[in-house]
């Protein structure tokens, strides 16, 4: 079998990248498949990788223009010219913009086409702008999304509740993300007063929202530490907000790595504080390290996930005080902590690498043997 990968970039940290790093090295040592990576925005300069990708693997990077049709139209001309090369068997797009959502059609092969999806809808509109031209543009947006995916053999989806966004599409396909993250048996002993949060410093991660609902909890707590990882950024600059909460010497910033492990296995409550999430990966590795969640009740991923008061808790969307009041019920109930923690690890097999990457493999066979 011969795959292309087509994505935006994969020298970052975040979870499609480090998904589309994954994928490709699991089909390349367990199904013998021939990997191609098509790179989008990504300067063949720059470091190819931040997570390990296989040698076998053949990068193609495309150039970008300072004009937005003429880039366009340069990576139209240049997608076809190196598939064109490879010759795939399946071309796997995993990038959100509405380009990419119609790039079946530009495409000039006749080559079996998936599309990936692990954003919400609403991200490939502007939020946050209330102007007529922001209005106008939405509009825009909205009318090419109306139509946008019909053209992919199959549209895959992380999980059943994001059909709501995809309803006049007859081509959708449910692959969740597995547990890519091997615990080797391992768990968290969640007796260290360390709560952890994952994630880039963007305002979709609510990250503002759980500091401020750990003053709350430290004022209860004040000898547990909120540790967050990920990479931090000046367009969010959280380290200011803890600061005017006066609560810096509460929380303990780090970069993120490649080996979480002895990062969840430290830790004994997991807190997922997003405004929205299609499904977030770190909450199913937290779990797979028996650690309890306490998660916002957000659209989509964590009620697919958390079974509430069972392996973990679900909060009202942005309901801060609640939150604090989950984390603090958590920390008080070390017996409750610890049996939800024992039934996270438990129910979270559902996720199983094996069983999900075979789903994969199942539909790439049913997308060729159509050919």
Not at 23 to 32: G, L, V, W
Not at 117 to 127: A, G, S
Not at 129 to 156: E, M, P, R
Not at 250 to 255: A, G, H, L, P, T
Request: hydrophobic share 40%; aromatic share 10%; glycine share 4%.
């Amino acid at each position: 079998m011969k795959l292309a990968y087509i994505v935006n970039k994969i020298n970052g940290t975040s979870g499609i990248q480090r998904m589309v790093a994954f994928q490709i090295n699991y089909f390349i040592k367990n199904y013998n498949y021939n990997v191609d990576l098509i790179l989008l925005n990504q300067n063949k300069n720059e470091k190819k990788s931040f997570y390990e990708v296989d040698s076998a693997v053949n990068f193609h990077f495309l150039k970008s223009s300072s004009s937005i049709v003429k880039d366009y139209y340069n990576k139209i001309l240049a997608i076809n010219k190196a598939l064109k090369t490879i010759n795939p068997d399946i071309v796997m797009v995993c990038e959100s913009d509405i380009f990419s959502l119609y790039l079946p059609l530009f495409t000039k092969g006749k080559y079996k086409m998936i599309y990936q999806r692990h954003d919400l809808k609403e991200l490939n509109l502007i939020t946050g702008g209330k102007s007529l031209k922001t209005k106008v543009k939405n509009q825009i947006k909205k009318l090419f999304l109306s139509g946008a995916g019909k053209h992919y053999d199959k549209f895959v989806l992380l999980s059943k509740a994001h059909r709501v966004d995809w309803k006049g599409l007859k081509n959708i396909h449910i692959i969740s993300n597995p547990i890519i993250i091997d615990s080797k048996g391992n768990k968290a002993n969640l007796d260290s007063k360390i709560v952890l949060a994952v994630g880039r410093h963007d305002p979709i991660k609510g990250f503002d929202m759980l500091l401020k609902s750990w003053q709350n909890v430290v004022e209860q707590h004040p000898d547990w530490i909120l540790k967050m990882v990920g990479k931090q950024t000046h367009d969010t600059d959280l380290k200011i907000l803890a600061k005017k909460l006066n609560i810096s010497k509460y929380v303990d910033f780090k970069e993120y790595v490649r080996d979480m492990s002895p990062i969840y296995l430290e830790s004994s409550i997991f807190v997922c504080s997003s405004r929205v999430e299609a499904f977030p990966l770190v909450v199913i590795e937290a779990m797979s390290f028996g650690i309890p969640v306490v998660s916002f009740d957000c659209d989509y991923g964590p009620r697919e996930i958390i079974k509430n008061s069972v392996d973990g808790i679900l909060v009202s969307p942005n309901d801060i005080d609640f939150l604090a009041e989950s984390i603090c019920s958590l920390i008080e109930n070390e017996n409750i902590r610890k049996e939800m923690g024992e039934r996270a690890s438990e129910n979270i097999k559902r996720y199983s690498v094996d069983k999900i990457m075979n789903q994969w493999k199942l539909l790439f066979e049913e997308v060729t043997s159509d050919a």
